[in-house]
Structure formats: C-alpha cells, structure tokens
Antibody, heavy 124, light 107 residues
Framework: VQLLDSGGGLVQPGGSLRLSCAAS????????LSWVRQAPGKGLEWVSA????????YYADSVKGRFTISRDNSKNTLYLQMNSLRAEDTAVFYC??????????????????WGQGTMVTVSS | EIVMTQSPATLSVSPGERATLSCRAS??????LAWYQQKPGQAPRLLIF???TRATGIPARFSGSGSGTEFTLTISSLQSEDFAVYYC?????????FGQGTKLEIK
C-alpha cells in the first residue's frame, strides 16, 4: 500500500501549481483521500478531502475558492489544483488515505497511509 | 470547526519512564480520534485510531484512551525511538482537525 506525492516546486505569489498523488496496493475507488500540509516548523493542517467517487469535496476555509481537489479512479490518482497561491501556502503537502466506502455504508477512518510529501514554496 | 487542544506543548521524560499526552476536543468526537507520531523529515505515522486501537505494527507500549472530548496517549516505557512530535486528530466531523502537537523530548 503506497501513496506517492509529486508536483511541488517554487512558484511566485499569485501563481498556480497542480499536485498529484499516485496510489497503489489498495482499491483506490473505495477510499476517500485528503491533502494535509505542514508549513516549515509548524504543525499539521488538513487542507481538503474528496469522497471515493469524487461526488463530495471538502475544503479548509484557508484554501476555499483557491484550491480544487479531484481524482481519476481509472488512473488511481489524486490531484490538488492550487491557484492564487500566497506565501502562507508554503508547506510540505501530503496526501493521505481515509474514509472507506462500500455498498453497505460509509466508514469514518483515520489517515492510515501517507505520501512522502512534496514541497511547495511560494516566493518571488 | 472542532478545535483540538493538546497538552503539554513539550514533555521532557527520561528513557524507560512513562509519558502521558493529553488531547481535548471542543465538542464530542465520540471515539473518532487518532494519534500520529512524526519524526523530523518524515511523514506522520498512524499510531492509534478509534481512540484506543493500535495500528498495525505499533508496539504494545503505546496505548490510547478516552471518548467524547477527553483523550490520552500513554507510552509506558519510553524507548529512544519514541522521542518525536505527537498529534491528535478528530475524524468525526468536517473539517478534519489536528491538535497543535506535543513534542516529546529526552530529559
């Protein structure tokens, strides 16, 4: 079971970046996925989540209207499109595997698998 | 939004001793509470889920307790590899929220 984050880099304030998270070793389409970030020297901040089908999405207030989460279940890949980036968005971004969905219901789960993280630096 | 508050911010303990970390939620999260360990330069690792269930491969010296709004992570006999930062997180409501972390350092 593995998540592999990619797509980070240096971007100017106001710019855009798209992160990707490739999954393997589990049934991707049965699980919700989240993005969690960590600014340098700071704690963990949940950013966004998407349900197994992509039909429901959730955002932290700090990124609402600027970030868009999506997924492609045919490619086992999660995405985070980040627009209007600010200096305060500088952080390591992790994808994480969460809630489980099946025909009998939706099960709330902790983040049991994490990507290795990808660094996003917003600076001029 | 549910606010998670951890205490203390820093805990100094000698190897072999017991460490007790606390986490309080601003409203009930039932038992949907997890604890993570993070070491420098690494991704967080899940230790405890459902407030008291150890994740796969986590040693028995780690235990969790509590429900509702008050939770505790106990490490019964600290090993050198346990000195790290620990976070609690609720997954009962959106947005998912983390505590600010407790740094466990060697005394």
């Amino acid at each position: 079971v593995q998540l592999l984050d990619s797509g980070g880099g240096l971007v100017q304030p106001g710019g855009s970046l798209r992160l990707s998270c490739a999954a393997s070793g589990f049934t991707f389409s049965n699980f919700a996925l989240s993005w969690v970030r960590q600014a340098p020297g700071k704690g963990l901040e949940w950013v966004s989540a998407i349900s197994n089908s992509g039909g429901s999405t959730y955002y932290a207030d700090s990124v609402k209207g600027r970030f868009t989460i999506s997924r492609d279940n045919s490619k086992n890949t999660l995405y985070l499109q980040m627009n209007s980036l600010r200096a305060e968005d500088t952080a390591v971004f992790y994808c994480a595997k969460g809630d489980y969905y099946e025909s009998s219901g939706h099960y709330l789960l902790a983040f049991d698998v994490w990507g290795q993280g990808t660094m996003v630096t917003v600076s001029s | 939004e549910i606010v998670m508050t951890q205490s203390p911010a820093t805990l100094s303990v000698s190897p072999g001793e017991r460490a007790t970390l606390s986490c309080r939620a601003s409203q009930s999260v039932t038992s949907n509470l997890a604890w993570y360990q993070q070491k420098p330069g690494q991704a967080p690792r899940l230790l405890i889920f459902d407030a008291s269930t150890r994740a796969t491969g986590i040693p028995a010296r780690f235990s969790g307790s509590g429900s509702g709004t008050e939770f505790t992570l106990t490490i019964s006999s600290l090993q050198s590899e346990d000195f790290a930062v620990y976070y609690c997180q609720q997954y009962n409501n959106w947005p998912r929220t983390f505590g600010q972390g407790t740094k466990l350092e060697i005394k």
